[in-house]
């Protein structure tokens, strides 16, 4: 590279980092736009309708998640009204209901496990 390059080359890596920066930039910003959810419930027992406390709520197929409080409520920001969350807790059967479902009715009822 002769001294009458130099400039040049300095000038074309200078450019190549402001594109990869706005690339960057645009990709974030497109991944912020991205509209979520955000699904509030309480978890009562079926049969007694009392709050159960620390249930495990997912989003299927992520490790997304949330844990219902003392009352049972909970709060979840999730892609999409589609998306299917899973509800676990050791004593009660596993719940898997689309989000759309609970921002209708948001009181989800689960079923204690039973033992054999």
Same mark, same amino acid.
């Given at each position: 590279?002769?001294?009458?390059?130099? %400039? *040049?080359? $300095?000038?074309?890596?200078?450019? *190549?980092?402001?594109?990869?920066?706005?690339? /960057?930039?645009?990709?974030?910003?497109?991944?912020?736009? $991205?509209? =979520?959810? /955000?699904? $509030?419930? =309480?978890?009562?027992?079926? &049969?007694?309708?009392?709050? /159960?406390?620390?249930?495990?709520?997912?989003?299927?197929?992520?490790? *997304?998640?949330?844990?219902? @409080? #003392? +009352?049972?409520?909970?709060?979840?920001?999730? %892609?999409?009204?589609?998306? /299917?969350?899973?509800?676990? !807790?050791? &004593?009660? @059967?596993?719940?898997? *209901? %689309? #989000?759309?479902?609970?921002? $209708? +009715?948001?009181?989800? !009822?689960?079923? %204690?496990?039973?033992?054999?």
């Amino acid at each position: 590279m002769n001294e009458n390059t130099k %400039p *040049l080359a $300095r000038a074309c890596a200078a450019l *190549l980092r402001l594109w990869t920066l706005l690339a /960057v930039f645009l990709l974030v910003a497109a991944g912020q736009g $991205r509209a =979520q959810v /955000v699904v $509030r419930g =309480q978890i009562l027992d079926a &049969n007694s309708q009392r709050a /159960v406390a620390y249930v495990n709520v997912v989003i299927k197929g992520t490790q *997304l998640g949330a844990s219902s @409080d #003392a +009352a049972g409520r909970f709060v979840l920001s999730v %892609p999409a009204a589609s998306s /299917v969350l899973m509800f676990r !807790h050791i &004593n009660y @059967d596993v719940l898997e *209901l %689309p #989000a759309e479902v609970v921002l $209708r +009715a948001p009181q989800v !009822h689960l079923q %204690p496990r039973v033992i054999p």
